[in-house]
């Protein structure tokens, strides 16, 4: 198993206003596979996004990655962690402003340990031509993609996407999606992305169902389409 | 208004900035206010006290003495007071006393300590001795070889600064006291003693017919107006130097500090424009918005009016005292003028209101769904630089985070510029002063020794060169000396700023000093007058010796002679390159080439403490400015900051990031902090030549440019370490969320 989360629980505020973000979350993952968790808002699946990307630590339960427990973890472990294995895509991009899209992604390429070319990385994902710009002269669509070409400079072997096309319209979103598929293809990069949007489950190797911050379903998707068939 | 609830929570949720801007504005108008204050003392003091105790107009000497009932006849004529003081000198190997009957009508002496004389075997001693060195009333003191019971201290109006001869710059109160005895003991002791003349002029009197009328009966020996005598004038001007700097430093330092927080303010208000733009959209009036923001923006401008009234209260006194290090034991009130402290007050606010309430008027001018989308303000196409260069990426970040936000770039450049510049003003006004020690005897000429004697001789003496030194003035009665020397004289510096000797046997020549003071240049005519004659000379000047120490005219001995109306051979100075053994009554003062470095670090000694609380301000400015500001910037890269943690950005790395940014900032302010204090030495030792009788050259050591550059990068990075915490306790995932709202 690549992930492994046992009995993962969080909880925020206290007393009344206590609210349970995981609730004795149980849900594993192979590497390479895409898995899109489904959930309304408050559901806990940003909450469950984070937890596995090191960014916030749970109450109580175990976290796996790759065979080593994330759990526990000081800062400074956790920071190498996300720094070694963790790509990032969040809805709105969160790009650096004052950066052109080559240094977004080459910010991230100095730190990294073994880092993709970023020459290949940004035709991959077709933004070679943008390189000298800055995110605000770019599309949505375009920064997402910037976005995703810095998540993954770093070669990481999780890529977590949290709501990446709720920002984007279809065509947009299409684009994205299809670069998030040949990724995961090209690098085998084990990719989690969470969403409103059911339509994106269809590109699902599994389908993972969350609400009130426990796990409704965890289905393989026997019926698992491209991206370009996707009816989004 | 419910949105007033905003108040606490924002102050709160700011407290680093409110805290570090009413700081600032503490420091800055504390800096104006304990100057202000020193100098109006000082001043009120200084007039209070002449006042009281009738300070004289001037003190003259006359070859022949005035006849009591004569004195009553000027009087009358012209309107003036005039009494005749007795003293005499006694020398008693470690100290020397100048005792005095007391006066009845000028120079009026007040008990400081202690109670006045009562017996003949009882003295009162000058204040500022007795404290020197530890002289209580009740104590004995020897005195012409007999011991007086000190029974109390006084200040007198002609001495509140002591110098023992006018020569001097600088106070002794070492090894120099004056001393008052019963009249009836003085005349037993010295008999008449030596006889000077003090003189009150009235309204109306005309000085030049009254000193005429003194000349042609009485043959005047000597004349020092109250003006010319540094024992009087240096209270004022101690009191103007004061409230001079405390001008400076306003026009300066609070102004600067002013508009670094409204930059600050401003760019607070504009990182809410979403909360304006919805406020806006939900109908709230452009007027109530603005006076939402501008009362937060008036809290540093009354907590620090406040703050700085209080401690005002506290320091004024001790502050004030530093500056009173020189003079006699003064009491001078140090108050705060109500309307100060509300000035203080409402200034600040004031602007800091007015700050606030444009820069909301200016964004709702904005369009609303620009504000809304927090789209205002961020079209900087200067950003665009260095875009395709090979340096580090976090190079070309620096670079555009400066340019980009010239507002907080130029706070932050303000904060260093500021900091160093107080800073190297402290450090250069103690370079300037050691400088006046240290060059002083060089421009003078390269002997060791002058004796200035009490008589004038004639021919030449048995050892050293015979120089002739006589008092002149101007229309403005601003008194010089006249000085002849032989044309082979080469003990005296006669090295024209041209670089060639002066010709002393053709031509006369004056100091830079003197050129300074009297505004005459080479080739020009010069005009004076003799000081008991008043009798007009005009003479044409044919060159400027570098002396920036001594206003002096030179020619040689038998044109200054002339002049004078005195014998060609005459002379009343010797200089010598080595100690002479000349009788020790033939001699009124010994000038060694000492005297002047030893008067300049006493006078640094005094003088050291108010510096080094002026570098002390320069640092707090420094760290508290810089604070300010990259907090500000914090709070505006907190998403940046959030973001790069999310990316596997180690702290130091992002301290790397962020916080070096301004680093390029850092030597340019330094530089330009450290040059302006330069030019601010320069223009106040300028301002002061005519004051200070003295040209106290602009000096900037290279130990205390290090030492500034040190201080000045010690207090930026105590601020960043300060900020360090911040950075680190930045929640990515807290940003991240705010982001997606």
Redesign the interface.
Known sequence: MFIEVKDARKQYGSGEAAVYALDGIDFTLDEGKICVILGPSGSGKSTLL?MI?G??SLDSGKMMINGTSITGLSK?AL??????N?G?V???Y?L?????VE?NV???A??AKKPLSMDDILKALDIEKYR?R?P?ELSGGQQQRVAIA?AMV?NPRLLLCDELTGALDTKSSRSVLRFIEKINREYGTTTLIITHNEAIAGMADIIVRIRDGKIESCDENRNKVTSDALVL | MKLNKRYRRGIRADLPFYVSASLLTMVTLLMFYLFYIAGTGIGQYGDEFFSRNKREDATFATYMEIPLEKISAFEEKYGVTLERERYAGVDEGDYKVRVFRPNEKIDLYEIHTGRDLRNDGEILISAGYADENGVSPGEKISVGGRKYTVVGTFLRPDYLYMIENLTDDYKNVTTFFLAYMTPREFKSRFGEGSIHYKVIYGEKTDQVAFRKDINDHYYMASYLAADNNMRITFVHEQADMFIMSSWFILTLFPLLTVLMICILLGRKIRAEQKLIGTLSAMGYSKVKLMRHYSLFAVIPGIVGGLLTSVAALVLAKPFGSLGLADYEPMTPEFTLPLWVAAAGLAVPTLIYFIAAMLRVRKLLKEDTVKLLAGQVG?DAKS??IL??TRR???F??AV??LV?NPGRSFVIFLGIFLGAAVVAFGFSFLDSVKAVGEQAHGEFGSFRYEYVLNTLEKGKPYAGEAMIMLPFEDAKARQFSLIGLDSDSTLWNLTTVDGEKADLASGFYISTLCEAIYDVHKGDQFTFRHIATLEKHTVTIDGVIKNGYQSYLISSRKSAADIAGLDSGSYNVILAERSLPLETDKISEIISDTTYENQMQNMINAMAGLIYAFIGIGMIICIASLYATVNNMLSECG??IS?????????R?IHCMILSSNHLLLLPGIILGIAFAYGGMAWYCAEFIEVERLIIPATLKPISILMTVVITVFCYFVSLVLLRRKVNKID??EA?KD??E
């Open positions: 984070n990307g960014l916030d400074k920071t190498a962690y996300r720094k070694e963790v990032f969040f809805q709105f969160n650096i402003p004052d950066l052109t240094e080459a910010v991230v100095e730190i000298y800055f605000r810095r770093k | 961020n950003r665009r875009t395709r580090k990426v976090k070309r970040f555009r985070q980009g998403h940046n973001m790069l943690k999310v990316l596997g950005f180690e702290d790395r990515m995932i991240l982001n997606r």
